[in-house]
Protein backbone atom coordinates (compact mmCIF):
# COMPACT_ATOMS: atom_id res chain seq x y z
CA UNK A 1 0.00 0.00 0.00
CA UNK A 2 0.99 3.52 -0.68
CA UNK A 3 1.18 6.10 2.43
CA UNK A 4 -1.49 8.33 2.12
CA UNK A 5 -0.30 12.23 1.32
CA UNK A 6 -0.44 14.14 4.19
CA UNK A 7 -3.06 16.64 4.28
CA UNK A 8 -2.44 20.15 4.92
CA UNK A 9 -4.21 22.55 7.43
CA UNK A 10 -6.50 24.91 6.51
CA UNK A 11 -5.44 28.72 6.61
CA UNK A 12 -7.28 30.73 9.00
CA UNK A 13 -9.36 33.19 6.92
CA UNK A 14 -10.45 35.51 10.02
CA UNK A 15 -13.90 34.21 10.43
CA UNK A 16 -15.71 33.61 13.55
CA UNK A 17 -17.32 30.13 13.60
CA UNK A 18 -18.47 30.26 17.64
CA UNK A 19 -18.43 33.51 19.30
CA UNK A 20 -16.82 32.79 22.68
CA UNK A 21 -17.39 36.12 24.47
CA UNK A 22 -19.83 34.44 27.21
CA UNK A 23 -20.89 36.46 29.64
CA UNK A 24 -19.92 35.12 33.38
CA UNK A 25 -16.97 34.04 32.02
CA UNK A 26 -13.44 35.48 33.43
CA UNK A 27 -12.11 36.57 29.69
CA UNK A 28 -15.78 38.63 28.96
CA UNK A 29 -15.53 41.65 27.39
CA UNK A 30 -18.47 43.81 27.90
CA UNK A 31 -16.98 46.52 25.23
CA UNK A 32 -16.33 43.71 22.56
CA UNK A 33 -19.78 42.50 23.03
CA UNK A 34 -21.45 46.11 22.78
CA UNK A 35 -19.63 47.01 19.52
CA UNK A 36 -20.77 43.37 18.16
CA UNK A 37 -24.45 43.81 18.76
CA UNK A 38 -24.19 47.06 17.35
CA UNK A 39 -22.34 46.23 14.04
CA UNK A 40 -25.07 43.09 13.83
CA UNK A 41 -28.01 45.74 14.13
CA UNK A 42 -26.46 48.16 11.75
CA UNK A 43 -25.21 51.10 13.73
CA UNK A 44 -27.11 53.21 16.39
CA UNK A 45 -30.27 52.90 16.48
CA UNK A 46 -33.42 54.71 14.37
CA UNK A 47 -35.23 56.70 16.29
CA UNK A 48 -38.80 57.26 15.42
CA UNK A 49 -40.57 60.36 15.09
CA UNK A 50 -44.47 61.29 16.65
CA UNK A 51 -46.10 60.39 13.68
CA UNK A 52 -44.37 57.30 12.53
CA UNK A 53 -45.15 56.28 16.27
CA UNK A 54 -48.67 56.76 16.00
CA UNK A 55 -48.64 54.95 12.23
CA UNK A 56 -47.03 52.09 14.12
CA UNK A 57 -49.75 52.02 16.84
CA UNK A 58 -53.13 52.67 14.95
CA UNK A 59 -51.88 49.86 12.73
CA UNK A 60 -51.44 47.78 15.63
CA UNK A 61 -55.01 48.53 16.99
CA UNK A 62 -56.46 47.99 13.89
CA UNK A 63 -55.14 44.53 13.58
CA UNK A 64 -56.26 43.62 17.27
CA UNK A 65 -59.32 45.17 16.70
CA UNK A 66 -59.24 42.25 13.38
CA UNK A 67 -58.34 39.74 14.82
CA UNK A 68 -61.19 40.26 17.80
CA UNK A 69 -63.95 41.27 15.46
CA UNK A 70 -63.32 37.56 13.70
CA UNK A 71 -63.64 36.17 16.89
CA UNK A 72 -66.45 37.67 17.72
CA UNK A 73 -68.54 36.87 14.31
CA UNK A 74 -67.23 32.79 14.82
CA UNK A 75 -68.42 33.40 18.22
CA UNK A 76 -71.89 34.90 17.16
CA UNK A 77 -72.08 32.43 14.20
CA UNK A 78 -71.94 29.57 16.13
CA UNK A 79 -74.27 31.06 18.83
CA UNK A 80 -76.51 31.59 15.56
CA UNK A 81 -76.27 28.08 14.51
CA UNK A 82 -76.82 26.57 18.38
CA UNK A 83 -79.99 28.81 18.51
CA UNK A 84 -81.46 27.87 15.00
CA UNK A 85 -80.55 24.78 14.06
CA UNK A 86 -78.81 22.65 16.84
CA UNK A 87 -81.46 22.98 19.32
CA UNK A 88 -84.90 22.80 17.48
Not at 12 to 24: A, C, F, L, P, Y
Not at 26 to 43: C, H, L, M, N, T
Request: hydrophobic share 40%; net charge negative.
Amino acid sequence: MAPRPRREDPEDDGRTIVNMNVEGMPWYDRAAAERQQQEESGGPHYQMTKEEQRMYTWAAVKSGLLVVLIFALVFGAFIAFCDFIWFQ
